[in-house]
């Protein structure tokens, strides 16, 4: 929808504006929008919107194993988490983090990738490449599934190494975060 209004014999040419922007000063009153059109949040309630990848994040804070995180973002039309560079390592980070008071409210959580033939062949839950990873020290280990390490607790003991990813039995209960894409 576009507004025409005149400007001491100009017309003018507005954009899908709803009403007209209030630095106008039309010689004519601008038509007045019939039907403003609704805003529609990018990510359901609750959920935080990266515009960077145009995605919806959500950390559940309850415990899960990976089989039951996996499952508790499938119920949201969601996925665990894949990550495909560091600065979405760094974002997905931060979502642990209590900008309130600058502490993480949780140190460990599973990520989708796993190693479900125990081979070596790592994979994303949701089908995309593994085009990067952040492994911490001796990692990939023994467990079959993956987590991001991200709390102060591993901060210091790992010397510093924290956003980092190490494997983890498959049953071990913690949180997680989903992720799908934006409604854009």
């Known amino acids: 929808m576009v507004f025409l209004c005149e400007f001491n014999q100009i017309t003018t040419s507005l ?29 359901p309630e609750n959920w935080i919107y990266w515009p960077e990848r145009q995605k919806c994040y959500n950390y559940k804070t309850e415990n899960a194993n990976f089989a039951q995180a996996l499952s508790g973002c499938q119920q949201e039309n969601a ?12 974002f997905v980070s931060s979502l642990t983090v209590d900008p309130k008071y600058d502490t993480w409210i949780i140190e460990v959580i599973w990520i989708g990738l796993n190693d ?32 991001l390490a991200s709390g102060s607790r591993y901060e210091s003991l790992n010397n510093g190494i ?23």
Request: hydrophobic residues 30%; negative net charge.
């Open 15 to 43: 954009p899908n504006t709803c009403p007209p922007p209030a630095t106008t000063f039309p010689t004519t009153p601008c038509p007045i929008c019939p039907t403003c059109p609704t805003f529609k949040a990018p990510c």
């Open 79 to 90: 996925s665990l988490i894949s990550i495909h560079d560091l600065q979405e390592n760094l």
């Open 116 to 147: 479900p033939s125990k081979n070596g062949n790592w994979q994303w839950v949701d089908g995309s490449p593994v085009d990067y990873t952040i492994w911490q020290p001796n990692n990939p280990g023994n467990g079959s599934c993956v987590i």
């Open 162 to 184: 924290a956003n980092k990813w190490q494997t983890a039995d498959c049953g071990t209960e913690i949180w997680y975060i989903c992720e799908k894409n934006a409604l854009v």
